[in-house]
Nanobody, 121 residues
């Protein structure tokens, strides 16, 4: 089975920085696109940033110029560097990946458990 283990969340003051990590694991699985989503209280889950195996990432307009997504394909790990954080960035951040077993052609979506990011003075 696929597991996504997130780390790096926490409490930070406005203007500060945090770096989230998400390590994917699973015997005999191939990982495709990876991304970060967030969900604030009372709001729908939204895409923050996503990155393919190779190629350009895409970002939500609200985080462009402040957040940077990257990945290490050798480690099946995706990162989200968050700078110039604002109170409105407060949310639970979820990692997601598309993956398939080497014995299947079906690509399924997998989600991490979420990590809390709180931006407050």
């Amino acid at each position: 089975q696929v597991q996504l283990v997130e780390s790096g969340g926490g409490l930070v003051q406005p203007g500060g920085s945090l770096r989230l990590s998400c390590a994917a694991s699973g015997s005999d699985f191939i990982f495709y696109d990876m991304g970060w989503y967030r969900q604030a209280p009372g709001k729908q889950r939204e895409l923050v940033a996503a990155i393919p195996v190779s190629g350009s990432p895409n970002y939500a307009d609200s985080v462009k110029g402040r957040f940077t997504i990257s990945r290490d394909n050798a480690k099946d790990t995706v990162y989200l560097q968050m700078n110039s954080l604002k109170p409105e960035d407060t949310a639970v951040y979820y990692c997601r990946t598309g993956a398939r077993s080497i014995r299947s052609t079906l690509v399924l979506q997998y989600w991490g458990q979420g990590t809390q990011v709180t931006v407050s003075s």
